[in-house]
């Protein structure tokens, strides 16, 4: 149960004083980057600027326009795979870690149909076509994984203690990597070059923007309305959110909770296949590793927006991809901190602390049945 | 029995030569059993025993584009060599430094503890070295590399030992410093660059080249405007090139390996700031897929003179012609990184010395190990198939030859191979 | 008697609806209290504020004249209140004995230097949690002794991890001690019983005790007074007879007369 | 046991049953030969010129499958059917079908070129497939090894009971005796036994047909003659009473003690190595064992403790160290590593402790990649040498001994040594008030905090503990080493020690470190090689199959902990308790 007054009198430990010296340790860290950017911005001799960053530089709009369209971009893509932890988590309380591999495994299915297309050179005669065909292979693909994944590892397992089905998928997530690595070797695999019409830039609203990105944004706005209307108008979504909130319950109201259940992880995995796909064209390449660390990242962008919550996964997504692409530069690099890139995956992680030390609901707030919040 | 008689003459003057012609095959071997210097030890190698060197190389993991071809190298100038003194080179079962310092560590324990082994021809990575050489040393064995670069192993090329050089230590692969000062000096004074930034991936190796380039890039007078690092497995570089792109470089050094070196070709082109840069990469990224990449259009690689061809190992006889036939013959592919011919080298140094120390003592063969380390110590204008190789006093003994090749068409491969536009060779 | 807790004007909502609004109550020391009502009258609500589990809109607690708003439950534990939960809550996994060793956390010391050295202090303060959680149990009888005392607490028939619970409880050595149906789910036998032990958790062990109860016969037999709660709100209070022939009380459990609803 | 019904007819079979483990069998053996293990494993021989890791990969399976086919659940009061002719026939057809698989696959090379993505689809897979033999002998060869095997498999139930157990043993020690090829010859070399080894494996390396079939022998006829003894000492021990068996356990433990200090003398080089790491992984195991196994908190980025105290030993002993290096000795530096672990733990635990189970894995995932991020960026390289690592870590000098990465044997003492500490704590803390509070918080987290249980603190201390257990075998790990580098924390690393608490059993001191001999010793490390070692990367992928099957099949780990595997199988085992007529439904008065 959550509290609802305000609290009064609540006696507070070390461990409190020691949380509330770390939120204002990051606020005032926050807030010194960003005055300190600005104030670089402004002048680049700042005398401010200066002082914390001896080598500042500055950044010209484009530059930081650059970095917030790719931002949201990569985002976009950690959304789509934050869907499918979100739905799962939603309905079965656990974090399934393997759903990063019906990620890569999306991505990969697309990387072989698209060089077999390219090979018999439907690729460059029909983009469309194949674009279409490919993602729809990659959904395929990853909606059977991810069904045959709850099948044999998951269901089981599911009156288990609720971290059993948790270490699980992390045994899942190995082997799915492994077997991968074993069928189609380390080497990094090259999707075919994309359409000059695609790839090149436009300009949006003064914002310059390479075409893969705006495929990229396009692509998964359309998912994401597809899965709203999916899971807010349909039965089949009625059914989702029943199972969610009380699966015994949902059960009595006539629910097959089994099958809904099913069609929760086969929804999660064709989002998941689109996005591999976006990943795909987007980055042109694919290794047995490319679902590993997207895969951790748009779990935490599922807790970051708020776990449960559809909107929210999409839109913590976002937060994540723009706090990762910006923030490195924005409030480390003014902070004097050398080489920042190298600390980008460590922004995003510290953005998840952060955000889960004020909202420990994530900034949506999560939307998960009473069991699952214990 | 006049003709008996003179059979008999005549065999006891062939008698007489072969005798002679032995001991000068010995004085030719290095010298009898009892003159070895045993001061680290003798081998003895029975009669019909083989001699033990061994591998250790990265064979799994993210590095084995690498260590696979090193491997490789080895196990054919092992077949190339033929046997010593009678006696068959054995390599064993190839053994895998894992890419890190604990690999190298274990792996080099299971080494020592056959004490049969001389030599090992490895590791891939330097990290490996750090950990493994001391104790490939210790036990009197040598250790020599194909593809070790840090300075801190051997030298920093003004006479002052590297921080975790053992004798014992040998590399046939050239010191980063040499390839930084050459990548550097190729971009300040072929170039005209006066602006240049550095984007390593947090590996020792990348880190370390990196690091070099700026060092000499800065002694030229340059300004190294970013020096920075992108992690293994990021995909997304913009980040990482806006964050360059805020010193305005006028080229980028960036001696990372794939997939992260296709993600900044790729890329470079959209972020504000960075047109018209030039990129130049290094040995990491100078293999048939990169090269054939479309945005590697234009790129410059910086890297050790890989135009093979007809250089000839002066011990085997073979050509690098020859080595690439004979490999994919036998692997089926071509080899994913070029410092297969740095370890072919390394390998025919080895048994060159080994068959310098030993002298036979009836069928068995006996080795010094000082004797190997002598030898080695002693290497000048060794022709190899990766040029001619001289050992220094700290163990680098690579042809310190680096090039510097323009990749102008991406769909001409082995055209831009041999496309050199700058040698450095002091 | 001084009241040994105190209740004023409390008030909780979740979502809008009160759960509990500008409730009044008290115990006195040695009393003993049933709360008695519908379903979903708020009675575990009301004992949730009072353990700390649920924070109130506003009023105040006031235990022993002092207020324990925004306490954590272990806190509450500490400073003497002890509860028991309505669907039986034990830990599974460990023995019997364990369930009533650890409920004495808080009235031990020894931390994890004194098991590492295992000195004196620790070996003596060790003996002393097994005896008295041997002392607890056997106050159930034979029950929950001898070879009970080793078996993992999920064995346990239903009536003995009602008591198991109630032993928990008293391990933990409260002045006030909070009971959530203590007889649920018990046969007539076993909650006569019962009935006679909560009488003698007050003679015997000086326990204060805030009982939840269906079993109108329980109620009866042991309640100094009642309290009857009905959607929030104390709708009577006094002696078993008084409250059970309040009109108000009736209707509460009855239903409104027929022509009321229209 | 009721009676056994006679034998089914042989062909009154379950048609479904056998084609799907049939097919099941045949999809198995497929993916195992395209991820390319029979290839890459061909090169370690068990059994000279007939079986090599590579073989063994595939036929385990149609036996397995032939078993499993033929294995029917014996239930209480319905009459089960004597096993005969019938179950051997299902055995034999779920194997060729298994076989059919391979054969197709061989004649799918064969004649399509599927090369581009799957790389084991290659003329090495055929020729190993073919056995060398051309495609038709292929095609034979393995319906018949799939037939064969499968009624092997399917005769282990048809077999008298001793008969079967003779040779599933003898088939057991075989495999043992092979695969341990290393660490055999290594020990019988230390006790001057090389004759033994001589004749038992041949000249490069496994067994020798000869040694394998009087091993064979030797074994069966052993476990026949002995059948029983090992029973009837379990029955003698139960019997015992508790003093008595007290004194038994610890004259056990003693012997065990005594065997394990003096073993590495008779060991060689690589087998003490092998010891020294498998003991670094016992101690980030138990360390590991009190968060997640007694606490409950899974902490996924355990790794970040072990970094912390190699980090702190190399910068406080190493003279390259780039920022201070006071060069102390190790005894100093340990307490330090306390220290500093202590507060890294508590700084990491606080912020996150409060959060419920899965969040808290990720965020301490997240912070084990913070943490390894930090050593590595060039920011904090001139403290910790970022990508460079800190080299010339100097070797632990004891006064009459030197700790170095050299002597191995040396290394394992100083592991053991810790790992003593650790096991004492662990066994201490388990029995303590803070033990009970961190199992009461592991079974229900609210109703331990209304028990008067400071939830927090209790969980904080876990953490520490953990994280000083961790930062020990760092500190070992750094001086063994010699050198530090940020690529031996990985993430990866968190996560296969969490395989070897789970696979030995979670909350379990014994089990614990059976599994990091077994898994460790066996398949290998993150970065170091077990027995296994030619396993390479499939070390992984067996990694996340024995997770998955551990938590499928048996959750409470190798060793259980009596209680654990209690919680995990609540139903089951009341079902048995009941049986038993131990459970407690008893509403009556026990005495009057």
């Given amino acids: 149960m959550t509290a609802v007054g305000v609290r009064s009198t609540r006696r507070v430990s070390w461990v409190d004083r020691f949380l509330t010296t770390l939120r204002i340790v990051l606020i005032a860290l926050i807030v010194v980057g960003l005055l300190a950017f600005i104030a670089q911005q402004i002048d680049n001799d700042n005398a401010f600027a200066r002082r914390r960053n001896p080598g500042a530089t500055g950044l010209t709009a484009a530059q930081v326009k650059g970095l917030f369209v790719t931002g949201v971009a990569q985002g976009a893509m950690y959304g789509l795979i934050a869907l499918g932890y979100s739905m799962v988590y939603g309905v079965l309380g656990f974090i399934n870690f393997a759903h990063g591999e019906v990620f890569m495994l999306g991505t990969m299915s697309g990387f072989i149909a698209s060089t077999k297309l390219s090979d018999a050179g439907y690729w460059e005669s029909n983009f469309i076509g194949s674009f279409l065909l490919i993602i729809l292979i990659a959904i395929l693909v990853s909606t059977a994984t991810a069904v045959v994944m709850e099948r044999v590892a998951y269901r089981p397992l599911r009156d288990s203690p609720r971290l059993i089905p948790l270490i699980t998928s992390i045994g899942v997530s190995f082997f799915i990597q492994n077997a991968v690595l074993g069928l189609f070797g380390p080497n990094s695999k090259s999707y075919p070059q994309l359409p000059e019409w695609l790839a090149k830039n436009r300009t949006i609203l003064t914002f310059d923007i390479p075409g893969t990105k705006i495929m990229v944004l396009v692509v998964a706005a359309v998912s994401m309305a597809g899965l709203w209307w999916v899971v807010e108008r349909t039965k089949t979504g009625k059914a989702m959110r029943a199972v969610a909130e009380d699966k015994e319950i949902a059960a009595l109201m006539g629910i097959n909770v089994d099958r809904t259940i099913v069609l929760t992880f086969a929804i999660g995995g064709a989002m998941a296949g689109i996005g591999g796909i976006l990943w795909g064209l987007s980055f042109r390449s694919v290794t047995h590793l490319t679902g590993f660390l997207p895969g951790i990242k748009a779990f935490t962008a599922a807790v970051v927006g708020g776990v449960g919550n559809l909107g929210g996964s999409m839109a913590g997504g976002v937060a994540l991809g723009t706090a990762e692409s910006l923030g490195p530069q924005v409030i480390l690099e003014p902070l004097g901190v050398k080489g920042v890139s190298q600390l980008r995956d460590a922004v995003a992680f510290t953005a998840l602390v952060v955000v889960l030390l004020f909202k420990p609901a994530g900034l949506f707030g999560e939307r998960l049945s009473e069991d699952d919040r214990a | 029995m006049k003709l008996s008689r003179r059979l008999l003459v005549l065999l006891s003057i062939l008698l007489s030569f072969t005798l002679i012609a032995a001991a000068c095959g010995d004085d030719d071997g290095g010298a009898s059993a009892s003159s070895l210097d045993d001061s680290l030890g003798l081998v003895t190698v029975g009669s019909g025993e083989e001699i033990q060197i061994r591998s250790l190389e990265a064979i799994t993991g993210d590095v084995a584009f690498l260590g696979i071809p090193n491997e490789r190298g080895t196990v054919l100038a092992i077949a190339d060599y033929g046997p010593i003194g009678g006696h068959d080179v054995n390599m064993g079962t190839g053994l895998d430094d894992l890419c890190s310092a604990d690999g190298g560590q274990a792996a080099a324990q299971t080494i020592v503890s056959d004490e049969s082994v001389i030599g090992v021809i490895g590791t891939s990575c330097s990290g490996a070295a750090t950990a493994a050489a001391p104790l490939i040393a210790q036990a009197g064995m040598v250790m020599i590399s194909g593809s070790n670069t840090s300075p801190a192993l051997t030298s920093d090329l003004q006479g002052t030992a590297g921080e975790n050089w053992v004798a014992g230590y040998y590399r046939t692969a050239h010191n980063d410093l040499f390839q930084g000062e050459a990548a550097a000096t190729f971009a300040y004074d072929e170039l005209g660059i006066r602006n240049a930034a550095a984007i390593h991936d947090g590996d020792p190796y990348t880190n370390g080249l990196a690091s070099a380039f700026k060092n000499a890039f800065e002694a030229k007078g340059g300004e190294v405007s970013g020096f920075t690092a992108v992690n293994k497995g990021d995909t997304d570089m913009v980040p990482v090139l806006t964050e360059v792109a805020s010193g305005s470089p006028e080229l980028i050094f960036f001696p990372i390996f794939e997939p992260e070196g296709d993600f900044i070709a790729q890329q470079v082109g959209g972020v504000a700031g960075l047109e018209g840069v030039t990129l130049m990469a290094a040995d990491g990224l100078l293999n048939d897929n990169y090269l054939g990449l479309p945005e590697s259009a234009g790129m410059y690689f910086s890297g050790p003179d890989v135009r093979y061809g007809e250089n000839t190992n002066e011990s085997t006889g073979k050509t690098a012609n020859d080595f690439l036939a004979a490999y994919e013959a036998a692997y089926g592919e071509v080899p994913s990184a070029p410092f297969w011919a740095h370890s072919y080298d390394a390998t025919v140094l080895l048994l060159d010395a080994i068959k310098a120390s030993s002298a036979e003592d009836g069928d068995s063969l006996v080795i010094s190990r000082a004797g190997v380390r002598e030898y080695l110590n002693g290497v000048t204008n060794f022709s190899g198939l990766i040029g001619s190789l001289s050992c220094d006093a700290f163990g680098d003994c690579g042809s310190q030859k680096i090039t510097v090749i323009q990749d102008t068409d991406p769909t001409d491969v082995e055209g831009a191979k041999n496309n050199v536009v700058f040698e450095f060779a002091p | 008697m001084s009241p040994i807790m105190h209740i004023h004007d409390l008030t909780v909502s979740f979502g809008g609806l009160n759960a509990l609004s500008d409730l009044n109550f008290h115990v006195d020391e040695g009393e003993i209290v049933s709360v008695i009502g519908p379903n979903g009258a708020g009675k575990t609500t009301f004992f949730n504020l009072i353990t700390g589990l649920v924070e109130p809109n506003s009023g105040d607690i006031l235990f022993e004249g002092e207020s324990i708003l925004g306490l954590d439950p272990y806190q509450v534990t500490e400073i003497g209140i002890a509860r028991t939960f309505q669907n039986v809550r034990l830990f599974p996994n460990m023995t019997v004995l364990e369930n009533v060793m650890v409920a004495q956390h808080c009235r031990t010391h020894q931390h994890a230097f004194g098991a590492l050295l295992q000195t004196k202090a620790f070996r003596k303060e060790e003996r002393e949690i097994r005896e008295r959680a041997e002392e607890v149990l056997s106050f159930f009888g034979t029950r929950l002794i001898g070879y009970r005392l080793d078996q993992p607490a999920f064995v346990l028939s239903y009536a003995n991890r009602r008591r198991l619970e109630i032993a928990r409880a008293m391990a933990t050595q409260p002045r006030l001690l909070l009971l959530d149906e203590p007889v649920a789910g018990m046969n007539p036998k076993e909650s006569v019983e019962l009935t006679n032990l909560i009488g003698r958790l007050r003679s015997e062990w000086g326990f204060t005790i805030v009982m939840i109860e269906h079993d109108m016969g329980v109620v009866r037999d042991v309640s100094d007074r009642v309290v009857v709660l009905d959607h929030g709100v104390t709708i009577a209070q006094g002696s078993y007879e008084e409250v059970s022939n309040d009109p108000q009380v009736i209707e509460a459990y009855l239903g409104r007369p027929a022509q009321d609803a229209s | ?592």
Avoid at chain 4, 44 to 67: A, D, E, N, Q, V
Avoid at chain 4, 364 to 387: C, H, K, N, Q, V
Avoid at chain 4, 438 to 455: F, H, P, Q, S, Y
Wanted: charged fraction near 15%; glycine fraction near 10%; aromatic fraction near 8%.
């Fill in chain 4, 1 to 592: 046991m009721n009676e056994l019904a006679p034998p089914r007819q042989i062909l009154d079979q379950d048609w479904r049953r056998i084609l799907q483990f049939g097919s099941l069998c045949a999809l198995t053996l497929v993916f195992i030969a395209l991820i390319g293990m029979p290839v890459q494993l061909d090169t370690r021989i068990l059994i000279r010129r007939h079986l090599s890791l590579g073989y063994l990969s595939l036929i385990w399976i149609p036996m397995i499958m032939g078993y499993l086919v033929s294995k029917e659940l014996v239930l209480e009061g319905i009459i089960s059917a004597k096993k005969g002719p019938r179950d051997l026939l299902a055995g034999a057809l779920t194997g060729m079908i298994g076989g059919a698989g391979l054969s197709l696959l061989a004649v799918l090379i064969n004649n399509f070129d599927l090369r581009d993505p799957l790389l084991n689809w290659s003329p090495q897979t055929l020729e190993q497939l073919n056995f060398g033999n051309g495609i038709g002998f292929g095609i034979g060869i393995w319906l018949l090894i799939g037939g064969a095997l499968g009624i092997f498999g399917s005769a282990l139930h048809v077999l008298p009971a001793l008969t079967a157990k003779a040779v599933g043993v003898a088939l057991m020690t075989v495999a043992l005796v092979s695969i341990l090829e290393t660490a055999i010859t290594d020990l019988l070399e230390g006790f001057r036994l090389t004759f033994i080894t001589d004749s038992l494996y041949a000249k490069r390396g496994g067994l020798s047909v000869v040694s394998t079939i009087v091993l064979v022998v030797f074994v069966a006829l052993v476990t026949v003659l002995a059948a029983g003894q090992g029973d009837a000492l379990r029955v003698k021990y139960d019997a015992l009473d508790a003093p008595r068996r007290k004194s038994a356990n610890l004259t056990m433990s003693f012997a065990g003690v005594i065997a394990l200090l003096l073993l590495p003398l008779f060991l060689g080089k690589i087998m003490n190595e092998l010891l020294a790491n498998v003991g670094l992984f016992v101690l980030l195991a138990l360390g590991l064992n009190i968060v997640v196994g007694l606490a409950g908190i899974l902490d996924l980025g355990y790794v970040a403790f072990f970094a912390v105290g190699g980090y702190t030993t190399a910068v406080l002993t190493s003279p390259n160290s780039p920022w201070i290096s006071p060069e102390l000795h190790f005894g100093i530096v340990i307490l330090i590593v306390i220290v500093i672990a202590a507060m890294i733990g508590l700084a990491v635990g606080a912020p996150v402790i409060r959060m419920r189970g899965d969040y808290l894995a990720i965020v301490t995932l997240g912070f084990g990649e913070i943490i390894r991020l930090l050593f590595l960026s060039d920011w904090l390289s001139p403290y910790f040498g970022g990508a460079q690592g800190i080299t010339n870590i100097p070797p632990v000098d004891l006064g009459f001994a030197e700790v170095k990465g050299s002597d191995p044997r040396s290394v394992f003492y100083l592991v053991l040594f810790f790992c003593a500490i650790a096991i004492y704590i662990s066994w201490r803390l388990q029995g303590s008030r803070l033990g009970r509070a961190w199992m009461a918080i592991r079974e229900d987290e609210k109703v331990a905090e209304a028990m008067g249980i400071n939830t927090v603190n209790a969980k904080l201390m876990a953490f520490v503990v953990g994280a000083i257990l961790a930062s020990f075998s760092g500190a070992v790990f750094a001086a063994k080493v010699g050198s530090i580098f940020p690529s031996s924390f990985l993430i990866l690393v968190s996560i296969i020690i969490l395989v070897v608490v789970i696979v030995g059993g979670m909350g379990n001191i014994t089990g614990v470190i059976v599994g990091a001999v077994v898994l460790i010793g066996v398949l290998g490390g993150p970065k170091q090689p077990g027995l296994l070692q030619e396993l390479g990367t499939f070390k992984l992928l067996i990694y996340g199959a024995l997770l998955v099957f551990m938590m499928l099949k048996r959750p409470e780990g190798l060793v259980p902990n009596a209680r654990r595997s209690h919680e995990l199988h609540q139903e089951e085992f009341l079902q048995d308790a009941w049986l038993k007529g131990i459970v407690d439904d008893d509403d009556e008065e026990v005495t009057a």
